[in-house]
């Protein structure tokens, strides 16, 4: 869920404005998953950008200390949020680490890359949410490792109900800066999209598996 409107409709603006989300409804992208989609995110552009990265950055941070003041640990999900969480960490001087989506097959084989101290409370920081499987496999990663995750915070999430029943069945707490519907929201009202595209952006949420343009 998101937690403050004009930080939402702020990342928004701002991812919209460096191309880090692209919406072409007419010409749809192909997911990895074989869906297709008249949105592509890759909000690791942002880190390009400083002044939006250290918005971003400081929104999550700021966020992090009024929801989990207990935090010991940031954990950014790789790759996405390695940048953005290693950012988040700093700003709140806390140690890092990063959970990859399996062991690697060679030297340690680690999952969790950097020293996770037993017992830590730790906040997970993710770029991206569209099922949330990748998330909570990360998130599992962490509990394997016997601490405890106080919940999770995103930059953006498509909003779909196979994710927030994914985060439910999981007993994990997700917040994000933005999402999808404030990201259409500022798209119009910036004339990024037209009233007819905002009305089939809007269609393609409600069953993005099966949607055809």
């Not at 990063?98 to 830590?120: A, T």
């Not at 985060?167 to 994000?176: C, I, Q, W």
């Amino acid at each position: 869920m998101v937690l403050n409107e004009e930080i939402a409709k702020k990342t928004a603006g701002h991812l919209l404005q460096i191309n880090a989300i692209k919406l072409n409804p007419e010409n749809p992208f192909t997911w990895a998953s074989g869906w297709k989609s008249p949105i592509y995110c890759d909000n690791r552009v942002m880190l390009s950008y400083p002044e939006i990265r250290r918005f971003v950055a400081g929104a999550m941070a700021a966020q992090i200390k009024e929801l989990y003041p207990t935090a010991q640990t940031i954990a950014g999900v790789a790759t996405g949020a390695i940048g953005v969480g290693l950012l988040v960490a700093e700003m709140l001087d806390l140690p890092f680490v990063y959970v990859r989506p399996e062991p690697k097959s060679h030297g340690r084989k680690n999952q969790i890359e950097g020293y996770l101290q037993e017992d830590h409370s730790v906040v997970v920081v993710e770029d991206l949410i569209s099922t949330g499987k990748s998330s909570l496999n990360a998130v599992k990663a962490l509990t394997d490792q016997n601490v405890s995750v106080l919940g999770m915070l995103a930059i953006f999430t498509y909003g779909f109900a196979l994710a927030d029943n994914n985060f439910e069945e999981a007993s994990v707490t997700l917040h994000t800066l933005s999402d999808y519907d404030h990201l259409i929201q500022r798209a119009s009202e910036t004339e990024y999209i037209k009233e007819n595209q905002f009305q089939t952006l809007f269609q393609w949420k409600k069953n993005p598996e099966e949607w055809k343009q």
